[in-house]
């Protein structure tokens, strides 16, 4: 265990249970980004990507099992110190070597239910998600049919579409036999999942809402539809359990090396071999979180590298212009500079001259550079296409 939530009583918070659900979905996008970074330098790792579900799914029924088997929680729960507990408490008597011969009762998860177990959370999610990309496939597949005009859109051996003059080739192409049932089947099923698979998936959503939303105002034990059908409610470790739990363990190991059969020789590599297994199991849950922050904090590293690379250059802004001088033979500025230099009255319809930067009345201004085609002040070159009006008069 790793985090303990705050809270009273052995049933979970909500919190601690939606942390618990959502922490495979987070983990399975830190392990696809890290391969993902490792693929870059070593692209035989593609090939693990391009089976991202069969692989993820292997690795959560290995660590699925083995917390189920040692701790009767799901790797998630076991993480944030959860346990699963059957409704129906069974009892057993004591064994006969004790002096008393009372009935005790034993929450322990039954091999039945923690196969099912895996079963809903490993199984299902794995055949959810190839669903999910089969409904990908056909939808896109519709909307090509749409677009182009085609009854039948087929797909290469990667899932890609094809295009047009390759789609009409393979059209041609076994037009001499007939289609095989294999291929019949495949484009049925996949026409099947299209149509089903939105019922099923917002059934699916829609009855987990209800039992998080009924679990969350304490209506209800169960905080979804597959912990309601397999008879389990998540509560709280105690310290005693997480000893029993601790010795359980030490229990299952010792059978386990006590099994074993050969030459000696035979038993020295088994027994070596089970200790880097259980090595491994029992900081399996500390390393891949202690990975996946790692991975994040490198991705929010050089994602901030790469912005501050990318990021163009700031510079100061240039300084003004120098202000033009005033001409020997050109009229003098006013001492006042709310007044034309042309007629020395306050300026009407005031407009600058865009060469020189001074600004007169529109009427004086326009007269000037039209009959002398230069700055009045500056006697530089102008045009009555460069006189521009001004809104406020400075």
Known sequence: ??????????????????????????????????????????????????????????LMGVLESH?????????????YGLRRRPIKVSLKRNSPGTESSDKVSDSALRKRQKILSVVFLVVLPYCK??????????????????????????????GFVLDQEQTSQAQTEPSTGEVSNLARFRKNFASLIGVCYPWIHATNEGLSFAYQLLYLLDATAFY????????????????????????????????????????????????????????TLDYAQTGLIAAVFFFKMMEWWYQSAEERMSAPAVYPPPPPPPIPKVAKDGIPLPPDRTLCPLCCQKRANPSVLSVSGFVFCYSCVFKSVSQHKRCPVTLMPASVEQIRRLFHDL
């Not at 917390?67 to 993480?79: C, H, V």
């Not at 999910?132 to 051996?157: M, P």
């Open 1 to 58: 265990m790793l985090f303990q939530v705050g809270g009273q009583g052995a049933r979970p918070t909500f919190f601690e249970m939606s942390a618990a659900q959502q922490l495979p979905a987070s983990l399975r996008a830190a392990l696809t980004y890290s391969l993902g970074v490792f693929a870059l330098r070593r692209p035989l790792l593609h090939k693990v990507l391009d089976y991202e579900d069969e692989f993820f799914a292997l």
């Open 67 to 79: 917390s189920l088997r040692t701790t009767d929680g799901s790797f998630s729960e076991s993480l």
């Open 129 to 158: 998600s190839k669903l999910q990309s089969i409904y990908n496939k056909e939808r896109e597949a519709r909307l090509q049919a749409t677009l182009w005009g085609q009854d039948d859109v087929r797909f290469d051996e990667a």
């Open 224 to 279: 979804s539809p597959a912990l309601h059908v397999l008879g389990l409610h998540v509560c709280r470790a105690t310290g005693q359990e997480m000893m029993d739990s601790s010795s359980r363990i030490s229990r299952i190991r010792n059978r386990e090396l006590a099994r074993l059969r050969g030459p000696p020789w035979l038993k020295a590599v088994q027994r070596v071999f089970l200790s880097c297994l259980y090595t």
